[in-house]
């Protein structure tokens, strides 16, 4: 039988593991949930992946306390191409679950999308690498290694650390990282650039404590007001991020996103603008952005009539491939120094860093994905970026510096992944299913 019509007839089996693996709270984090229900969804990925031919499966604990699933189905002639499919059964919390429409932890069906945290990012994509496996039934011509970790989401760099470490045990010739998505539903795209993130804390201290505003205000120094004109600068009045020696005039050449899609996508409200004199893809895929995350002060409702005498702010910064982070870090911790009003005293603290990744496009894997990827959506494959980091990716890079890493997946613009309403449209892992399928076979006859 063609994978095709396997795969149709596979979509009710795959709606049906979805849901069970959405019911799982896999959040590695136990302050909000067991982390038994990591380990449930370890076991659960580990039994299915059982079930379509692979052995040696394991559950691999990792430095930050996760477990990753490795398992291997080898293909008869051993000297075969190897391909590594990679994905993640971890998920972020619900937030606030009053915003969400469904319950978060229940697969639902809404207007032809598939609801539930990690119904895309990255459960979806988990449930089509099986139905994938299981469209083709028998021999694979590949030798097929999996890893399936635990805490992408948290970033506590457990697999990032377990991957060199093993190098044998998951070296590949190419490498399916299947946590991205395409650009729109029925639009196939590779990833192929993500951007770099520095994260960092700055502290301003201005007075030894609060002082009434009314007998202190105007020669007082407000350490709330200070932090808020050093973050003036980051930005000029376009939305260009402006950090000195930061390149904010580079230009995307792969595929474009229209400008009313991501005004959609994005959900900005009427009269509000777009940031930024380039393109969307310029802005978001080629150049750097910084995003104010959190700022500790006093809330509006019980705050004093008092000078604030300390403030901070913790703020992103992504960089596109080609900049360096540890240097974005001294430029924006250098800016934020030298633009301290009033002799405050300021510290910036580096939280997280990663770097930026830029995928290889000319190997046989690529074209054999490329030519599947055209047969199973009836359209060219196209070549996007992602504002998001994957620091894995990198690891994969330097471990394995022959192989070909390429970034897919089933999400899609509309899948608000991370925030509350997380879909998946069903119609995008029937036909990446395909997509893998047919991938796998050619790969493996070149």
């Known amino acids: 039988m063609d994978p095709r019509e396997r795969i149709t007839g596979l979509m009710a089996r795959a709606r049906a593991d979805l849901a069970e693996l959405v019911a799982i709270p896999s959040v590695a984090d136990p302050r909000q949930f067991p982390p038994q229900e990591c380990e449930r969804a370890a076991q659960w990925v580990r039994d299915r992946f059982a079930q379509v031919g692979f052995t040696d499966l394991r559950l691999a604990e990792t430095a930050d306390g996760s477990r990753a699933v490795y398992g291997a189905r080898p293909a008869k002639d051993p000297a075969a191409p190897t391909v590594l499919l990679y994905a993640h059964y971890d998920v972020q919390p619900p937030l606030d679950e009053d915003a969400w429409h469904t319950p978060p932890f229940a697969l639902t069906d809404v207007d032809g999308r598939w609801y539930g945290r990690g119904a895309a990012d990255c459960k979806g994509n988990i449930v089509m690498l099986l139905t994938a496996l299981r469209a083709l039934a028998g021999e694979i011509p590949v030798n097929v290694k999996l890893i399936v970790e635990g805490s992408e989401e948290q970033g506590t760099g457990g697999l990032e650390d377990f991957v060199p470490r093993n190098a044998d045990l998951l070296r590949a010739d190419a490498i399916l990282v299947c946590d991205t998505g395409n650009v729109a539903v029925g639009a196939p795209a590779a990833t192929v650039s993500l951007r770099g993130m520095v994260n960092v804390v700055v502290g301003v201290e201005a ?61 900005l409200l009427d009269g509000v603008a777009l940031l930024g004199d380039g393109s969307v893809s310029d802005m978001i895929w080629a150049r750097p952005a910084v995003t104010v995350l959190g700022i500790d002060c006093p809330p509006v409702v019980g705050s004093a009539a008092a000078i604030q005498p300390h403030a901070r702010a913790r703020l992103n910064l992504r960089v596109p491939p080609g900049v360096d982070p540890d240097k974005a870090y001294d430029a924006l911790a250098g800016q934020l120094q030298a633009t301290a009003p009033w002799g405050v005293h300021v510290t910036v603290a580096q939280e997280a860093a990663g770097h930026p990744f830029r995928a290889r496009t000319g190997g046989p894997a690529y074209a054999a994905l490329a030519g599947a990827m055209h047969d199973a959506f009836g359209r060219p494959m196209t070549a996007l970026g992602q504002g998001g980091s994957i620091p894995l990716c990198n690891v994969f890079a330097d471990t394995y510096p ?45």
């Open 207 to 267: 007075l030894g404590s609060e002082v009434h505003s009314g007998m202190f205000g105007g020669p007082a120094p407000d350490a709330l007001a200070a932090l808020v004109q050093m973050l003036a600068t980051l930005r000029d009045s376009a939305g260009n991020t402006t950090i000195a020696g930061l390149d904010n005039t580079q230009t995307w050449t792969g595929e474009e996103y229209p400008a009313d899609r991501f005004r959609a996508d994005a959900g």
């Open 402 to 446: 022959d192989a070909e890493i390429m970034l897919i997946g089933v999400e899609d613009p509309a899948c608000r992944m991370h925030a509350p309403n997380e879909s998946v449209h069903p119609e995008e892992i029937a036909r990446m299913a395909l997509a893998q399928a047919l991938f796998l076979q050619r790969y493996g006859a070149r």
